[in-house]
């Protein structure tokens, strides 16, 4: 099944919103073996609506359209796609228009009110379960795809470590490499006729990744997330953790505790933003400040262990750095980071080099950090 | 000028990756007076790609694609649309795949890759002021746009304070509102042959808008945030301020630092996850975590007054919550968040009840503390 998605409105077009909607509908559709062949954004207008409603109905099964005139909508809807069928109404327990469902024997259409949780909601309880009898009856080859993610290794290298990749893929695979600042995702794509046999030819594919790569380069498959699977494994552990924040000043707590259940094993943390605080809430010498400086594997060393000690917990992590704009020096230019985690005995650190983007640094410093937790928590059992 | 902009990536169809660029493309064009009518995202496929170029050069002057097939895409983008211009390379000063401009009288073409930072700094440096002089030689009428930001007032509201709406806009210019997690953001169009004589209807349009609105209830136009605004009324008055964070562990510590120029105003926090936090490091008397409990007004204000003391700070700001999904109770139910400014002699706390989904009751929490925090910077000089 072959699916388009038209997404309406002025805002999206200049750009004020950035459209959420149809990444999350495709995102759903993917999943439930839907191939999803385009994206559409037009105006809210009549004419445009019906222009994009006509084209985008060519070429394939499922049209699904969110945003657009309101009530009135629909009816223009029905009447620019031509559709003889009845129309079956989509209760919307979240807001007042509801969803709108078209069902031809050539194409399902789909209207749905712009709104992202009514969007959504009628999109899991109504539209989804509809879809996923239909593509199963179908009988056809759908691509199944499967994300790997890594840490800690360039996209270069991986793409060394995975050549040739005939031998890892076989003949019908796709593998796709999607870095982003947390590292680089493998996405793993395979034809098939049914679930179970995609999921058998995905689990090969993903041996043989893992086989290729050292330890500790793959976090999680799916939609895991490396916040996730820190949590997860304090849990495992019946570990505790603390933070120390200077130029992140509080992501990476929110970070973890974006979990739910990381209560469990974050009791909280200190921002130090400033030199004085880092002092008086977590100890760190005076005369570290002066020599090394607040930017410094000493200071990150010391507020790793300072952080630690007084909210006793197993780990400690501090980043410390010069996100920038301004800040920086010829020997610690602005995206230098210091990142330290301390446990009982040892502490280790490491500096980063980041760019010249502020609230880029600022997120690399945390993926970074949760990485560096990781491979810690993980060497514990290596 | 009209313009389409095309997205090009399997990434994007399936929805693993949010388009950001489009979004980012659209305000860049919208800003400078060009009128764009359509998003495409398509595969990251030959076929698919010369037939999305065909059809998206009908009908605009201005066509962009980012992404796709590296450097062979540009060749085949050449072919697609058949223009008999030569082509001028772009700069890349952040990646190896170069931009590429086809001038054609009736259409220019340009193909940038599909890295965020490498499509900005091209398109800034590069494309954006030719299309800018090519926008302002044409003399044809454009929509200018300004944003208004609001924050308090439900959109409902707004809309009876702004009636009849004919009062406020006259003939021609057009407002929308777009309510989003900080407030209500209203946004101007006006159309106009220039930019200062746009400039000047939407000062006039501005104006009527907050007379009509309750002082308090603007926070800023265009581009600023409430964050920004914080931070720039704090440095005006010499002021500072230090937070101590429970459910949103360090969200706002990072919204506040997320502007430059923060760390003259903001020494830091406490992230106090955990109730044994609350108390050791913010004085939370344990009565009160005891009897009125942690998601209360009196240990709001505690925590607010708390952080103050030990930050030495002329403000100090406190949320607490249940943010869900678990932790919930028939009192307290799941959205149940307290938040407290404490200053000089007084303490404001306020409830709130926001909804049952975990992120977005943290990111409410943090847009309400900052509209508690500017409306308390703001009452000084009421």
């Known amino acids: 099944m072959k699916a388009s998605i038209l997404t309406i409105g002025d805002e999206l077009l200049i750009g004020q919103v950035i459209n959420t909607n149809a990444a999350w509908i495709a995102a759903q559709l993917t999943q439930i073996g839907v191939e999803v062949v385009r994206h559409v954004t037009c105006a809210d207008d009549d004419v445009d609506i019906m222009r994009c409603l006509n084209e985008e109905s060519q070429g394939v099964q499922l049209l699904i359209l969110t945003g657009g005139l309101g009530p009135t ?13 009845a129309c079956t109404v989509l209760v919307n327990r979240n807001g007042t228009a509801p969803g709108m469902l078209f069902d031809d024997k050539n194409l399902l259409l789909v209207s749905l009110p712009g709104v992202p949780s009514e969007m959504k ?25 499967r994300t790997i993610h890594t840490v800690g290794i360039a996209e270069a290298y991986l793409a060394d470590m ?5 031998e890892v893929l076989g003949g019908t695979a796709t593998l796709a490499f999607l870095p982003n600042v947390a590292g680089v995702r493998l996405r793993i794509g395979v034809p098939s006729l049914a679930e179970d046999r995609a999921n058998e030819a995905l689990d090969t594919i993903e041996g043989k990744i893992r086989e290729r790569l050292p330890d500790h380069a793959v976090f999680g498959t799916g939609d895991t997330t490396l916040a996730e699977e820190v949590v997860r494994l304090l849990q495992v552990r019946g570990s505790t953790i603390a933070v120390a924040e200077s130029c992140t000043a509080g992501l990476l707590g929110a970070a973890i505790t974006d979990v739910p259940g990381a209560s469990q094993v974050f009791p909280g943390g200190v921002i130090s933003y ?9 100890d760190v010498d005076e005369s570290i400040l002066q020599t090394a400086g607040a930017v410094s594997s000493e200071c990150a060393v010391a507020m ?22 301004d800040g920086g020096s010829p020997e610690k230019p602005v995206g230098t980071v210091w990142i330290a985690v301390a446990t009982h005995g040892t502490t280790r650190s490491a500096q980063y080099r980041f760019g ?3 609230s880029a640094n600022r997120q690399r410093s945390v993926m970074m950090a949760l990485a560096m937790i990781w ?3 993980r060497g514990q059992h290596a």
């Open 73 to 85: 909508s629909d009816d223009l809807t029905a009447d620019a796609v031509a559709l003889p069928s």
């Open 121 to 145: 909601d009628i999109m899991t309880t109504s539209v989804l379960p509809i879809i996923r009898q239909r593509v199963e009856s179908e009988g056809t080859l759908i691509r199944y795809y």
């Open 162 to 166: 995975l050549s040739p990749l005939e």
């Open 274 to 282: 400033a030199n004085s605080i880092k002092h008086q809430f977590l």
């Open 304 to 325: 790793a262990e300072g952080v630690r000690r007084a909210f006793a917990t197993t780990y400690g992590v501090a980043i410390t750095g010069v996100a920038g704009p």
């Open 356 to 358: 010249t983007d502020r």
């Open 375 to 377: 491979q810690e928590l």
